[in-house]
């Protein structure tokens, strides 16, 4: 089993940075794909980024892309997701996600992933 726990939510005004981490227990985030998605009330839970296991490759969202930054440290074994520009739309729960076996093309489908966090709180107020 892995745990991971979500830190480094809260207020922040539009056009601030925010970073996100994550941290994992149990097994060792160099062998999974770690990932961030958020969702907002009502809707689905949405992809924001994802870091791949075999290679380091980072995938992000369109949404975020340019403005969010994804990485990994293995010796702390954590994921930060370091957000910049942000938006109101940003607003959400970030969760940090985890799959041992996760092909890129299913990148984005959050049901792919074993491992949830659960969730920090991001609120882009302007």
């Known amino acids: 089993q892995m745990q991971l726990k979500e830190s480094g939510g809260g207020l922040v005004q539009v056009g601030g940075s925010l970073s996100l981490s994550c941290a994992a227990s149990?097994?060792?985030?160099?062998?999974?794909?770690m990932a961030w998605f958020r969702q907002t009330p009502g809707k689905e839970r949405e992809f924001v980024a994802a870091i791949k296991s075999s290679n380091s490759a980072t995938y992000y969202a369109d949404s975020v892309k340019g403005r969010f930054t994804m990485s990994r440290d293995t010796a702390k074994n954590t994921v930060t997701l370091q957000m910049k520009s942000l938006k109101s739309e940003d607003t959400a729960v970030y969760y940090c996600a985890a799959d041992a076996s996760i092909i890129v093309s299913t990148l984005s489908q959050a049901y792919q992933y074993d491992f949830w966090g659960q969730g920090t709180q991001v609120t882009v107020s302007s």
């Open positions: 149990g097994r060792s985030v160099s062998r999974y794909t």
